[in-house]
């Protein structure tokens, strides 16, 4: 089974910084009964930045870190620790980490995407090799950020089919209320397709970039794209192994439908959209359904904007204007703004080369 598995700030560092290294440990040992399962573990983890405070007040006596750039040197202060500690912990039980530094522009293109792809299958294929994948903050820009981990995993997820992504955070699942609220209980199972989603408390930890809403919009998408998520506490005893043996620890967000490598790519592709084009109110109901293939025809577009040409990636807007979904061009806005409204035109974006957020949709 192929797993990828993101471990949240909160979850490893102490609020001084300090690396939390029972709960680290514990995180390795459990891959590595993973791995000597035969199971394809990639890990995504979170710290860098929150360790390179500490590195900072140690050697530099201050605490910063409010600017994009001051945020890049404790990246590239906290970095080196947080490996460090990987490969010690790693090599008790035969297992070398291998990282991976990336940011959005690394998924920007098709071909990107597929070169960190065949990198991480070389990887996988090495037994005895573990993955942990961060963002590049020490060079990411703020237009380049991902909104956050969270984030990073589900294209990580994407990339390699993944069966599952375990979110490891501090906090135990989804709750139905406000996680401080004593009345608030888990929700251990949510079945969009039966159910819908539910709503959650928009708080995020003190260290990290995400919160709740971001693991749930991640296992949106991902249940979107087949793959099972689970959100679960790192502190609960043995945490991945009893996900993996079913103990219904945490969430689980059900998958709905399998969906191609090319619309993972699609649905995951983290900017480089070159345009926007904007569907009728007949169309949106049809895609609203669901229950139809259906690709985008000039006569149910209103509105085309930007520069794109064939190939490119652009967005799908609702008539109201809210993006509800992304695809490739099979030929340029120009030709496209010479057949919008018309019949008997052929289709700008292919039902195989296109994605459409159903969570979005208005």
Same mark, same amino acid.
């Given at each position: 089974?192929?797993?990828?598995?993101?471990?949240?700030?909160?979850?490893?560092?102490?609020?001084?910084?300090?690396?939390?290294?029972?709960?680290?440990?514990?995180?390795?040992?459990?891959?590595?009964?993973?791995?000597?399962?035969?199971?394809?573990?990639?890990?995504?983890?979170?710290?860098?930045?929150?360790?390179?405070?500490?590195?900072?007040?140690?050697?530099?006596?201050?605490?910063?870190?409010?600017?994009?750039?001051?945020?890049?040197?404790?990246?590239?202060?906290?970095?080196?620790?947080?490996?460090?500690?990987?490969?010690?912990?790693?090599?008790?039980?035969?297992?070398?980490?291998?990282?991976?530094?990336?940011?959005?522009?690394?998924?920007?293109?098709?071909?990107?995407?597929?070169?960190?792809?065949?990198?991480?299958?070389?990887?996988?294929?090495?037994?005895?090799?573990?993955?942990?994948?961060?963002?590049?903050?020490?060079?990411?820009?703020?237009?380049?950020?991902?909104?956050?981990?969270?984030?990073?995993?589900?294209?990580?997820?994407? %990339? *390699? !089919? #993944?069966?599952? +992504?375990? @979110? =490891?955070?501090?906090? /135990?699942? $989804?709750?139905?209320?406000? &996680?401080?609220?004593?009345?608030?209980?888990?929700?251990?199972?949510?079945?969009?397709?039966?159910?819908?989603?539910?709503?959650?408390?928009?708080?995020?930890?003190?260290?990290?970039?995400?919160?709740?809403?971001?693991?749930?919009?991640?296992?949106?998408?991902?249940?979107?794209?087949?793959?099972?998520?689970?959100?679960?506490?790192?502190?609960?005893?043995?945490?991945?192994?009893?996900?993996?043996?079913?103990?219904?620890?945490?969430?689980?967000?059900?998958?709905?439908?399998?969906?191609?490598?090319?619309?993972?790519?699609?649905?995951?592709?983290?900017?480089?959209?070159?345009?926007?084009? %904007? *569907? !009728? #109110?007949?169309? +949106?109901? @049809? =895609?609203?359904?669901? /229950?139809? $293939?259906?690709?985008?025809? &000039?006569?149910?577009?209103?509105?085309?904007?930007?520069?794109?040409?064939?190939?490119?990636?652009?967005?799908?807007?609702?008539?109201?204007?809210?993006?509800?979904?992304?695809?490739?061009?099979?030929?340029?806005?120009?030709?496209?703004?010479?057949?919008?409204?018309?019949?008997?035109?052929?289709?700008?974006?292919?039902?195989?080369?296109?994605?459409?957020?159903?969570?979005?949709?208005?």
């Amino acid at each position: 089974m192929k797993i990828v598995i993101k471990i949240g700030t909160q979850a490893i560092l102490a609020p001084d910084g300090t690396l939390l290294r029972r709960a680290l440990s514990s995180l390795v040992r459990q891959v590595a009964a993973l791995a000597k399962d035969a199971h394809d573990v990639a890990l995504v983890s979170s710290g860098a930045v929150g360790s390179g405070r500490r590195v900072a007040r140690e050697t530099l006596g201050q605490d910063f870190g409010s600017t994009i750039g001051e945020k890049q040197v404790l990246a590239s202060l906290g970095q080196p620790q947080l490996m460090q500690t990987y490969s010690r912990l790693f090599k008790p039980h035969g297992l070398s980490p291998a990282q991976l530094l990336l940011t959005k522009q690394d998924f920007q293109t098709r071909q990107h995407y597929l070169n960190i792809a065949r990198l991480l299958r070389e990887i996988l294929a090495h037994k005895k090799i573990i993955p942990v994948i961060n963002e590049n903050d020490s060079v990411s820009v703020e237009e380049l950020m991902f909104t956050d981990n969270d984030e990073l995993s589900g294209l990580i997820a994407a %990339q *390699i !089919n #993944a069966d599952k +992504l375990i @979110i =490891l955070t501090s906090v /135990k699942g $989804v709750y139905d209320g406000a &996680p401080d609220d004593p009345s608030s209980k888990v929700i251990p199972v949510i079945d969009a397709e039966k159910d819908g989603w539910p709503q959650v408390s928009t708080a995020r930890t003190a260290q990290g970039r995400g919160g709740m809403v971001s693991k749930l919009g991640t296992a949106r998408r991902m249940s979107e794209l087949g793959i099972t998520t689970h959100i679960a506490a790192l502190s609960e005893k043995n945490a991945l192994l009893r996900i993996m043996k079913g103990d219904g620890i945490g969430t689980t967000v059900l998958p709905a439908r399998k969906k191609s490598n090319i619309k993972k790519w699609i649905a995951f592709s983290a900017g480089g959209k070159n345009g926007v084009v %904007q *569907i !009728n #109110a007949p169309l +949106l109901e @049809i =895609l609203k359904e669901n /229950k139809r $293939v259906v690709s985008l025809l &000039p006569v149910g577009i209103t509105k085309c904007s930007g520069d794109f040409e064939k190939g490119d990636l652009v967005e799908i807007a609702a008539p109201g204007g809210k993006k509800i979904g992304v695809g490739i061009a099979r030929y340029g806005a120009e030709k496209l703004r010479e057949y919008i409204g018309q019949k008997g035109k052929p289709a700008v974006i292919h039902y195989d080369h296109l994605h459409i957020r159903t969570g979005d949709l208005p």
